[in-house]
């Protein structure tokens, strides 16, 4: 990727616009050439289990944005059967990303749209455990960080807030 200069843009090797400046652990971008955490390659195919282990890593890094992308890629390419639930479990990690960086109403917004989708999900199918995800123990965290945001209205700590995705320590 080439940086910008004039109108130009950041593109991929494709053509497709791409922001090339480095990001912070919370996604937010930095001043070309800052020093930046590694971001998540787009697009990369994962089995479930797969998934949920590298996004449980990012979230104990303090890095729930990256951890977005890594649902966001099962979201895109997994079943069309669980589509709303890794867009559910992206949600959450992105309403975690918000409350990171001090994002009192987006925040809270989407935990709590989060919390529904996967609650919801697991309902439809009357599966409250796929791929060892414990999402009743996901929904409440998620509410329960929502109130914590609106109550305190102060950005909150990643890595301390980080949910257990398989509602243990596995």
């Keep these: 990727m080439s940086s910008t200069s004039g109108d130009r843009r950041d593109r991929d090797t494709e053509g497709r616009a791409r922001n090339a400046r480095p990001r ?11 020093d ?10 994962r089995t479930p289990g797969d998934t949920v282990t590298e996004a449980q890593a990012l979230l104990e890094a303090g890095k729930p944005f990256h951890a977005h992308e890594v ?12 589509r709303a639930l890794w867009r559910g479990l992206a949600q959450l990690a992105v309403g975690l990303t918000h409350a990171a960086r001090g994002n009192v109403t987006g925040g809270a917004r989407l935990l709590r ?20 995800l414990d999402l009743s123990e996901l929904a409440s965290w998620a509410r329960e960080l929502a109130d914590v945001v609106e109550r305190d209205a102060a950005p909150v700590d990643a890595r301390a807030w980080a949910p257990r995705l398989r509602g243990d320590r596995s």
């Design 113 to 132: 749209r989060g919390a529904g989708a996967v609650e919801e999900w697991g309902a439809d199918r009357g599966t409250p455990r796929p791929h060892g």
């Design 36 to 45: 930046g955490v590694e971001r998540q390659p787009e697009g990369v195919v």
């Design 71 to 82: 649902f966001e890629d099962a979201w895109k390419a997994g079943p069309d059967e669980e």
């Design 24 to 34: 912070d652990g919370l996604g937010r971008p930095l001043p070309y050439g800052a």
